[in-house]
């Protein structure tokens, strides 16, 4: 049964620090694996799709990686600002379905 | 992006009365959408999915009869919490699938606040 964890659970850092999220699978058969933006009481914003065939997605600030073999994704932001701040979800598609961490918790104090 | 809308956005009820959210594609059509619930600070859990014209698929644990899906269009998605309790107090979140420029995706509502008192 895939299983999928967020480290660290909440993260604060000072406004214009780069920073990475980690999110790892226990599962490596994975169709694709999503980031995702959730602001309190709200749905979900997709940040970043990458395919399992890819390493990595750029947007704007943003980076992710995959690393199927590890089991292993990486949210990496750079010169973070507080509006950035919000819980991070990734989720891993397989079988249709997806698998979502517990997400990070982030806070960028300005 | 596609866009999907829920409604209500927020809704207040009495224990044993029986609440209708409702998950449109408001862009496109979905012949499979996700209902998800989550817990204060806690992640999704996917609770079924919803395929047009046919029934829906439960999750281990979660309730069919409690929990009902109905999937009539490409367009809409309904979940009706029946006989809700103190208990089935949740954010409710459905998604739609469909193919996009990064493969298949599934775009999210903005999700539905049950209370039940």
């Known amino acids: 049964k895939q299983e999928v964890t967020q480290i660290p659970a909440a993260l604060s850092v000072p406004e214009g620090e780069n920073l990475v999220l980690n999110c790892s699978f226990t599962d490596s058969a994975i169709y694709n694996l999503q980031w995702f933006r959730q602001d309190p009481g709200k749905g979900l914003t997709s940040l970043l799709l990458i395919q399992s065939s890819q390493r990595e997605q750029t947007s704007g600030r943003l980076n992710a990686s995959l690393d199927k073999s590890s089991g292993r994704s990486t949210l990496y932001i750079a010169a973070s600002q507080p509006g950035d701040s919000a819980t991070y979800l990734c989720?891993?598609?397989?079988?249709?379905?997806?698998?979502f961490g517990q997400g990070t918790e982030l806070s960028v104090k300005p | 992006g596609a866009v999907v809308s829920q409604h209500p956005s927020r809704v207040i009820c009495k224990s044993g009365t029986s609440v209708k959210i409702e998950c449109r594609s408001l862009?496109?059509?979905?012949?499979?959408m996700f209902w998800y619930r989550q817990f204060p600070k806690q992640s999704l859990m996917l609770m079924a999915t919803s395929n047009e014209g046919s029934k829906a698929t439960y999750e281990q644990g979660v309730e069919k009869d409690k929990f009902l899906i109905n999937h009539a269009s490409l367009t809409l998605s309904t979940l009706t919490v029946t006989s809700a309790h103190p208990e089935d107090s949740s954010f409710y979140i459905c998604?739609?699938?469909?193919?996009?420029?990064?493969?298949?995706?599934?775009?999210f509502g903005p999700g539905t606040r049950l209370t039940v008192l």
């Open positions: 862009d496109f059509q979905a012949t499979t």
């Open positions: 989720a891993a598609s397989q079988g249709g379905k997806l698998i």
């Open positions: 998604s739609a699938r469909r193919p996009g420029l990064a493969g298949v995706e599934q775009f």
